[in-house]
């Protein structure tokens, strides 16, 4: 891994001048790496030609390697990015008409085990660290340009290993690395045990993505495994606490799932659970996972669901799936790469 990567920014300088190397050369090497987009020590051409033969050898800035790719008719890329263990995750590039977004991993393989997703098929390999994770905006930025939001929705549960994505968010937003305003980040999660409460004592203006995915807790705990001990009401508080905390609302997530939870019944239920709440609906339409028998409903059962929901008063959104022909389900290159060998 890159040491490197896995300290604040803002302790670049004091990590070079542990090394004899004046303080403002980690201040400039910072520069390089988050603002004007470097990869490798030799990019960092006002860097003195032996501080970056040393740096080379001794710490690589990026430890991975960008592998397969796989593209969409809309734009979006999907990255397969292999560390040096040769664990590898996925990272998205997304084009819109507001700019462009990346979506990054923080974990290979999850523990959730979502009945209908491809990530946790394979269960938990391991946790990334902050500067893996940071590792994958640094290479979909050098293939594709600058991004201009971020979304922590890739493999895995940012709220299972919340400590680095946090650190790793640190980074995107400090005024010495990517200079992000935090409203231009989400971090979506399932938020196990303990997630919520840290992320509002944490207290950046970060969108919470919450997903939600049902609407009684029997129903959640048989798609969502990994919060079977958690009920649905307790989530919600506290993921009002976190508006309480940063002012921002948030918004919960929901996959529709054809004959599972998309009934306009279920559609009245979720209107029910977030009435009065500051929370925003992102209905999502099931992107198909091979060897799982799930199925995306009819665009226009999508549509009544939503209705359903707007004419109650909820600010709703009926996603449309970038990627739908670029292995669009998370996980699924990662996974047909490993089954090629």
Excluded at 164 to 184: I, S, V
């Amino acid at each position: 891994m890159s040491q490197l990567l896995n300290l604040p920014p803002a302790e670049w300088p004091a990590w070079f001048k542990e090394r004899g190397v004046p303080a403002f050369q980690g201040r400039n090497a910072a520069r390089w790496v988050f603002q004007r987009g470097a990869t490798d020590w030799q990019d960092m051409t006002d860097l003195p030609a032996g501080l970056r033969d040393d740096l080379a050898l001794d710490a690589p800035l990026l430890s991975s390697t960008a592998e397969t790719e796989s593209g969409a008719k809309d734009g979006a890329v999907k990255t397969l990015i292999r560390y040096p263990d040769g664990a590898s995750v996925e990272a998205v590039h997304m084009p819109g008409t507001a700019g462009h977004t990346i979506c990054l991993s923080t974990q290979v393989g999850c523990p959730v085990k979502c009945q209908f997703c491809a990530s946790g098929l394979d269960g938990l390999e391991r946790n990334l660290t902050a500067g893996e994770i940071l590792e994958q905006a640094l290479w979909l930025r050098h293939r594709y340009g600058s991004f201009d939001r971020v979304v922590v929705m890739g493999m895995g549960d940012a709220g299972f290993n919340l400590d680095a994505t946090l650190q790793a968010l640190d980074a995107l937003m400090a005024p010495e690395g990517f200079g992000m305003a935090a409203r231009r980040l989400t971090l979506s999660t399932v938020a196990p045990a303990g997630c919520l409460p840290q992320f509002a004592a944490w207290g950046r203006q970060v969108k919470l993505a919450l997903s939600l995915h049902a609407t009684t807790d029997a129903l959640r705990h048989e798609l969502i495994p990994g919060v079977a001990k958690r009920s649905i009401a307790e989530t919600l508080r506290e993921a009002d606490a976190v508006f309480e905390a940063t002012g921002r609302e948030y918004t919960v997530e929901y996959v529709l799932l054809a004959g599972v939870n998309d009934s306009l019944s279920q559609a009245d239920e979720l209107r029910r659970l977030l009435h009065g709440r500051r929370c925003f609906v992102n209905l999502i339409p099931y992107n198909p996972v091979s060897g799982l028998g799930f199925r995306r409903p009819e665009g226009s059962h999508c549509q009544a669901f939503a209705d359903l929901l707007e004419k109650s008063g909820l600010p709703v959104k009926l996603r449309l799936s970038l990627g739908r022909s670029a292995d669009a389900a998370c996980g699924q290159l990662r996974r047909r790469k490993a089954e090629q060998g």
